[in-house]
């Protein structure tokens, strides 16, 4: 599942690397939660949960069957 959710992350990354930022897997849990790190700009910013649930969450339950949800480190 892992190699899963760092393809799917590779399909976000651009464009949170235009605003500045990054992404990277922190964890995946046995029950299907995900914890990841906004670095850059996107870890402070104001909009970063927005993102973290509208983007990431949305993309990784699209692309890897088993996510349950998506946590911020």
Known sequence: MRSQIEAALEKIRPSLQRDGG????????EDGVVTVRLTG???GC??????LRHGVE???REHVAGISRVESA
């Open 22 to 29: 990054d992404i990277e897997l922190v964890g995946v849990s």
């Open 58 to 60: 949305r993309l990784l």
């Open 46 to 51: 104001p909009m970063s949960q927005m993102t």
């Open 41 to 43: 700009a996107c870890g």
